[in-house]
């Protein structure tokens, strides 16, 4: 008799990816398209989520689910605040999101009436990089006080994803942040990725993100048509 | 027959907590003071490795257990350059540090001839909080660009530490961190905590966090006399 050998990490990740698939195909049905926002803590996602909402507010439908590794509902508040219908996940001290959490949080919203659905994920940039939730895109946003060498020591994360925010463009005079040593790294690990450099504090550059949001919105609602 | 039920999460952190045992006692034999510091990515823990080094080169033998989840030794190198003897823990993608493997880095290290050990936990707000390495010390950087709501999102983290750094408070200009909001996050989880608000970029309340340092690393060697 051979022993069988259960790879469980392995299971855990095949699981969820099978869910991030329902997921997916749930959001299309419904003409949504998701965004998974990926970010050191502190660097800006419910920010840039703020600004999206108070800018694209009338034109595009958003919503956002939360998530944080407590009870507290701060950033869901403020987007509810700010125009969008929120839920909040507290993931009782989890790191990361996977797919099943954004699947009852996707139950509890409704869809048919959201054109851009942004999904904030726990502020770490280890863990969520190895778990699909479904989303369309996934963002990672850099921050200039964090420095120029995350790449270099978080290369899974820059390189699994599909766009990157580099917030915070207003303090570059006031920290060290070699941009050219950020870029190569970038370059290295994910050529030619969509870059957005903005300061959510500043204004500067959101323009280029707003048209990004409203022309991947406008391209999924045309999908659905 | 009863089923024996194995809680393999209890059981992975009971053992971590038997070879967290074994490192205090190897450090104290040894006659070494440890520091397990915490932190965001880019809140400035390899800044302010550097800054003791440079400060107290001469008085105080400095060694420094650097991890990263990826090969790029940067931050140890750093440390190197500015004069401690210094390991790099590569984990291969994974999020925090464990008792394991700094046992194993403390072995690469010649401990006799080390005051104070830093050990760089991974750069991460959540994982590592859950385990403990055999550091005399648990030591947070906040770091203001990150915004004055992080002991209200990751309490675990605030509530387990036992001393806490404030980076970055040549910021506070530019940036939204409010300090009441703050403190009053950090008293409601860890009453008390002895903090030390500085700045490694601009030198600003660097003499209590160094003057620290040299008491703790001065006590330990009293100890081992």
Redesign the interface.
Known sequence: MTVKTIHVSQNALSANREIAEQNRAKLDAAGVVALNLMA???AGKTSLIERTIERLDGRVRIGMINS???R?A?DAERAERAGAVAVHLDTV???HLDAGMVRDAMACLPLRDIDLLFIEN??????PA?WRLGAHWNVLIA?T???D??P?????MYNGVDALVIN?T??LP???FDLDNFTRGVEGLNHGLTTFPLSC?SGEGLDQWFDWMASIADRKAALAR
Chains 1, 2 share one sequence.
């Open positions: 050191s803590p502190g944080d590794t407590s507290a701060i001290g989890r790191c726990i502020g770490n940039l280890v863990c190895s921050s006080p964090e420095g060498d995350k270099y020591k978080y290369p899974k915070k207003d303090l006031y920290v060290s504090r």
